[in-house]
């Protein structure tokens, strides 16, 4: 119906930077979030925003080196990931829900609509 769908992952050197893409092409929602897993680990939050970008949040862990960026008028949600470190290696998912708020949310059971993943790997 309205699986989102990830793209931009690759393998980049450590230092290095990518931008991972989140598309919806469902009705609108309202609050997005980008969350990773890693071989071994459980998932984990990277950050959120909603959709009139009163709000975005991220995760210590990349503060700093991520950005959260929405363009609305073509349903699509960016990560932009600088300074990349092994550690970042993960796949990496976004979500959405519909449910409006002034806040954004770093829980999973708080979204709806998930992609199937896009994997980035960083070399060292």
């Known amino acids: 119906q309205e699986q989102p769908v990830e793209s931009g992952g690759g393998l980049v050197q450590a230092g290095g930077s990518l931008r991972l893409s989140c598309e919806f092409s469902?009705?609108?929602?309202?609050?997005y979030g980008w969350f990773r897993q890693a071989p071994g680990k459980e998932r984990e939050f990277v950050s959120c925003?909603?959709?009139?970008?009163?709000?975005?949040s991220y995760a210590d862990s990349v503060k700093g080196r991520f950005t959260i960026s929405r363009d609305n008028a073509n349903n699509t949600v960016y990560l932009e990931m600088n300074h990349l470190k092994p550690d970042d290696t993960a796949v990496y998912y976004c979500?959405?829900?519909?449910?409006?708020?002034?806040?954004?949310?770093?829980?999973?059971?708080?979204?709806?609509?998930w992609g199937r993943g896009t994997q980035v790997t960083v070399s060292s």
């Open positions: 925003t909603n959709r009139n970008g009163a709000t975005s």
């Open positions: 979500a959405s829900t519909r449910l409006y708020d002034r806040v954004c949310f770093q829980a999973i059971g708080e979204y709806d609509y």
């Open positions: 469902g009705r609108t929602s309202n609050i």
